[in-house]
C-alpha cells in the first residue's frame, strides 16, 4: 500500500467509524446536558485518563476553563491527569490504581461529574474513580470503545464508540468531547456563560 493510499484508507476508517458512532447521539447528548447541569449547579467536572486518553482529558478540561468558541466565563473542569507530585505520591505510597480515585475522594462533591477517558473500559485505575466517585456521590460518565468493558456498568452515562481500535476511539472521543462542549456553551450563554 502506497503512503497516499494508506492515508486515504485511514480517513475512511475514520470516517465510517464516525457514521458508526451517529448511533451514540442520544448519549452525547445526554452527557452535554449532564455536562450543563453540573456547570449550571456550580459543581466542577472532572476528567481522567491513561495513554492518549490522559492527554484528551487535559486537552477537553482545557477548552473548558478557557473557551471553544466564544468569549465566556470560565467553567469549573480538571484534568486529574496533570500533578505529577500527587500521581507519583499516590503510584508509590497507594498504588498505581489509586491515582484517581485518591483525587476524587479529596475534591469530588454531590453535583460533580467525572468523565472516564478509556479506550477499552478495563483500566483498573478508572474502575476504582468510578467507585470513589459513587462513594462521593459524583455522577459518573464513560467515553468508551468496543463493547465498553467494566467502566460501562460503573458509569451513569456511557457513549461506545463501536470500534476496537484505540487510535480511531480516541479520535472519535474528541470529536465528540468537542461537540460536547459547544452545546454546554450555547445552553450556559443566555445564563450568564457570556464574557464578563
Known sequence: MSPAERIRAGLAALASTAAETASEIPAVERLAARCAATLRGGGTIFF?????????????????????????RAFRAVALTTDTSLLTAVGNDLGFEQIFARQVEALGRPGDLLVL?????????????????????????????????????????????PSDDSSRIQEIHLVLEHLIVELVEDELAGEGGGER
Not at 48 to 72: F, K
Not at 121 to 147: E, F, K
Open 48 to 72: 481522567a485518563g491513561n495513554g492518549g486518553s490522559a492527554a484528551d482529558a487535559q486537552h477537553i478540561a482545557t477548552e473548558y476553563v478557557v473557551r471553544l468558541r466564544a468569549p465566556r
Open 117 to 161: 477517558h478509556s479506550t477499552s473500559g478495563a483500566s483498573p485505575n478508572l474502575c476504582a474513580a468510578a467507585r470513589a466517585a459513587r462513594s462521593a456521590g459524583v455522577t459518573v460518565a464513560a467515553l468508551l470503545g468496543g463493547g465498553g468493558g467494566a467502566l460501562r456498568a460503573l458509569a451513569d452515562l456511557a457513549v461506545v464508540v
